[in-house]
């Protein structure tokens, strides 16, 4: 969704806001600007719809200089992508500039005050509301105003402000909606996320809800909404800028699809003494987990889907009830949540406004909450607590489509399994030996699997024409399914539609035909037989049917299937993760095939902020 930078220091804002935008822009944006502060103490904003190439192309014709500026990358939500409505957004004099990322709930009835006030709105935004705010609220200090904005200000924001009646300040606030600022000597940087600030320095702090920043040369400080000054221990950023570039693939989602491996290890060794029973990494006592009611694993998208492949594997293990549900659905159900239950948040970004909504909610009615997440300093990390947060350490994943964060969370999901078995004497020693070693291995196979690539890209030539594909599989295979059948639409516009594969006959089987692309996943041994006649089903529709399949299980299923994609054996609950990695090379092959924007898919964000 939308980014936001802001540089205040001794070198030229506008490349370094540019930099900056370029380094958000994988969160998805359709339109862009700066704000800077020229020489003349005058704000000069530039604006352009599209991609961040006619800003640039805008800056060229039209320079700005000063070296105090913020910048956006904007996602449209209100108003349509235009460049009126990109930000930056001013008042009415143009003293002062606002970025915004997030939604203010409450623009109607601000902008019918700030109207009557003699506001004159120039944009469909909700952002720009804020910009006049400012300016009515302005009494020679802007902390001061921008502190009682956000009594009045309601829903999420993270804003950056530049003033001209300030002009060597750079003043940013937060609510629900990320915010870093990093600094070094004489420079301050903000941004929505640590990449746009890297290639400058490492140290950050993460300002929290209802705090504001002020940047100056000198340093920067931090306040309350009371105005009480606050102390952030600086955050040290340890990968660096190359663990988010390309580095010689042609998209960062390649690239991250073969990251796997080394995602999947440094998850996991954290957690592994070599023995089972060393549980000291899951936050819950032996007593809390023996009085476990239920488990609910609440995500959006593809972290969900990692949930309900935990679900099968919690479930199995441990014995205890558990629901995976989808955070925007949760949230307004009225859930049915409270002590003695335990709620899992899992989310890449640690910042889905809805995955956050239904924590809140969990937390509210008295369960126990713990988040696996991929981002440090995140919102949803920061409202379990670092102590409850079980991180993936994936890296920064850059393309829209998630990949090593769902192997690392469904790793994990398989961990807590583990630990939850034997904590509730559930699990014998052996049994949970055999799983931990054989994660062990998993980086091993998982190059192993990444082998399948040439013989996916063979295929997906030919099959990139279709315009439907089907998932299909039992158990785990179909959590798989879920995950393999959103991976192909949201990269390559195919429509595609995951089922359990028991359930074909119940209406989708209508929809087979000749030619009709059916791709099985068949990994479960004790499964295979219901699996094979399903594909039987398939077949006698004369469905093109391609089978991702574990070695072991080769020869029988060569004969229902018109292609096989072998992948290695391992544990069958640990299978997922080995028959994810050609799942996720389809649907990039088939996006490649096809000639999509594969790192950055038509109407996606890669952070999903709002509702
Ligand atoms: C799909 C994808 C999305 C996210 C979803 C949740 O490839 O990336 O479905 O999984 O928006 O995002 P996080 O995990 O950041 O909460």
New binding site residues.
């Given amino acids: 969704m939308c980014g936001i930078v802001g540089y205040i220091g001794n070198q030229e804002s506008s490349p370094i806001l540019m930099e900056g935008l370029e380094r958000l822009s994988y969160r998805g944006y359709d339109s862009a600007g700066v704000a800077v502060i020229g020489s003349d103490g005058k704000i000069n904003v530039r604006k352009a719809k599209g991609r961040l190439e006619n800003l640039e192309n805008l800056l060229k014709e039209k320079t700005v200089y000063g070296t105090v500026g913020i910048g956006h990358t904007r996602w449209a939500t209100h108003g349509e992508p235009s460049d009126l409505n990109a930000h930056p957004h001013t008042d009415v004099k143009g003293d002062i500039a606002v970025v915004h990322n997030g939604i203010i709930e409450n623009h109607v009835s601000l902008r019918k005050q700030l109207e009557m006030n003699g506001a004159q709105f120039v944009s469909q935004t909700d952002t720009e509301v804020v910009a006049h705010l400012l300016n009515q609220l302005y009494e020679g200090d802007m902390k001061a105003a921008l502190l009682k904005a956000m009594t009045m200000l309601e829903g999420s924001y993270a804003l950056g402000v530049i003033c001209t009646r300030e002009p060597d300040v750079v003043y940013c606030a937060r609510n629900d909606s990320p915010l870093v600022i990093g600094f070094k000597d004489g420079e301050g940087f903000i941004a929505s996320d640590i990449p746009a600030l890297l290639s400058h320095t490492r140290d950050v702090i993460f300002l929290k809800d209802k705090e504001i920043g002020v940047l100056d040369r000198s340093g920067v400080k931090v306040f309350d909404i009371y105005g009480n000054e606050q102390h952030h221990e600086p955050y040290h950023v340890e990968w660096d800028l190359s663990s988010a570039e390309k580095g010689g693939y042609a998209h960062y989602m390649l690239k991250e699809i073969h990251e796997q491996p080394e995602a999947i290890k440094k998850t996991f060794e954290p957690r592994y003494s070599g023995t089972p029973g060393d549980y000291s990494w899951l936050p819950l006592t032996v007593e809390e987990v023996k009085n476990l009611r239920k488990i609910s694993i609440v995500?959006?998208?593809?972290?969900?889907?990692a949930g309900v492949a935990g679900r099968y594997a919690i479930e199995k293990l441990a014995r205890i009830p558990v629901e995976a549900a989808i955070?925007s659905e949760y949230r307004y159900r009225d859930p049915i949540i409270g002590e003695n239950e335990l709620f899992i948040?899992?989310?890449?970004?640690?910042?889905?406004a809805?995955?956050l909504a239904a924590l809140r909610e969990a937390k509210r009615r008295g369960a126990k909450v713990m988040a696996v997440?991929?981002?440090v300093g995140s919102t949803?990390a920061r409202e379990v607590g670092d102590e409850n947060t079980l991180y993936t350490y994936a890296g920064p994943?850059i393309?829209?489509?998630?990949?090593k964060?769902?192997t690392t969370?469904v790793e994990l999901m398989m961990l807590i399994a583990v630990a939850l078995g034997q904590m509730k004497g559930e699990l014998a020693s052996e049994k949970a030996q055999e799983l931990l070693d054989q994660m062990h291995q998993m980086p091993a196979l998982v190059e192993k699997a990444l082998g399948t690539e040439e013989q996916l890209q063979k295929f997906t030539s030919i099959a990139s024409h279709k315009k439907h594909v089907f998932f299909v599989g039992r158990g785990l295979d179909y959590a798989l399914s879920l995950?393999a059948a959103?991976?192909l639409k949201?990269?390559s516009y195919i429509f595609s539609e995951a089922y359990a594969a028991g359930e074909l006959k119940h209406g989708p089987i209508a929809l087979l035909q000749e030619g009709r692309l059916v791709v099985a996943t068949i990994t479960q041994t004790a499964l295979l037989d219901k699996t094979l006649s399903n594909l039987r089903e398939i077949k006698a529709r004369g469905a093109w049917v391609v089978a991702v399949c574990r070695e072991s299980l080769k020869e029988k299923v060569t004969p229902e299937a018109d292609e096989l994609i072998l992948i290695p054996d391992t544990d069958d609950l640990l299978m997922p993760l080995l028959a994810v990695i050609p799942l996720q090379m389809f649907a990039y092959c088939m996006a490649v095939a096809r000639g999509c924007d594969v790192d950055k898919p038509r109407n996606?964000?890669?952070?999903?902020t709002v509702e």
């Fill in positions: 995500a959006c998208g593809t972290a969900y889907h955070a948040a899992v989310s890449q970004s640690g910042e889905t809805d995955t997440c991929n981002v949803i994943e393309a829209v489509a998630s990949t964060a769902y969370q995950e959103l991976k949201e990269v996606l964000a890669k952070s999903v």
